[in-house]
């Protein structure tokens, strides 16, 4: 299946989002700047994002890290079969503690732990064992796998508190944004929460939202599609 591009991303959210959030009675406009104009008696732009738990700019948040999850186990096990005939499948837990920093390194160094219980039993591969790979927080060997089965990562997460400055950040963004909107008589930000995305997946104090102001955004509706639940910020001009 083909990747969505963002404009399909921001309508598949907002068709999902109007299901469970009265919208004003008149046709809805994709557009771009603001994503969506809902055209009533007053016109309403739209502004659609995703509260991810950091910036993906940064090479430590989830949606950077967990790519190179992926690519360094897959690199592992390229190495590993290159000298090694044994039959075997892998699976590794990471640390977010220990974010992954050099590839090729970690790579060679998961080929190599990989070698070292070849000639174990099926099971959990003991902590002792790859106490040298702060990256590392879980790795599991199964023998005689099938030629070719991929070896994989699993997902180890803990659910964090959303951070408020955060929130601030992603609206103060959008904020600077707004100088280019079309003209609309309000508008609001809609901030999507995907818990099946481990980068986005937080628990809400909702008490502190109370503290969220805005001097553009007459409301800000954070959206846990998930849950189906809309939580209705109104904040008032700083």
Not at 175 to 187: G, H, L, R, T, V
């Amino acid at each position: 299946m083909p990747k969505m591009s963002s404009k399909e991303v921001e309508k598949y959210y907002f068709e999902l989002f109007r299901k469970h959030y009265p919208l004003p009675a008149g046709e809805v406009e994709y557009c771009d700047r603001p994503d969506v104009i809902i055209h009533a008696d007053t016109t309403t732009g739209v502004e659609i994002t995703n509260f991810f738990l950091d910036d993906g700019s940064d090479s430590q948040s989830e949606q950077v890290q967990r790519n190179l999850r992926s690519k360094v186990v897959e690199a592992a096990q390229e190495i590993f079969e290159a000298g090694n005939p044994a039959k075997v499948s892998l699976c590794f837990g990471f640390d977010k503690s220990s974010p992954i920093r050099e590839k090729e390194n970690l790579a060679a160094r998961l080929a190599k732990l990989a070698t070292d219980v070849v000639a174990r039993e099926s099971g959990v591969i003991p902590k002792s064992d790859f106490q040298h790979i702060p990256e590392l927080s879980f790795a599991y060997v199964r023998m005689g796998a099938g030629e070719g089965l991929p070896w994989q990562v699993m997902q180890l997460h803990q659910t964090q508190v959303t951070s408020m400055e955060r929130l601030r950040e992603i609206i103060r963004r959008k904020e600077i944004k707004s100088k280019a909107y079309k003209p609309c008589d309000e508008y609001w930000l809609l901030i999507v929460v995907d818990f099946m995305d481990r980068a986005q997946d937080q628990e809400f104090a909702r008490e502190a939202m109370g503290e969220i102001s805005s001097g553009v955004f007459d409301r800000i509706l954070v959206y846990k599609t998930v849950f189906e639940q809309v939580v209705e910020i109104n904040p008032s001009a700083s």
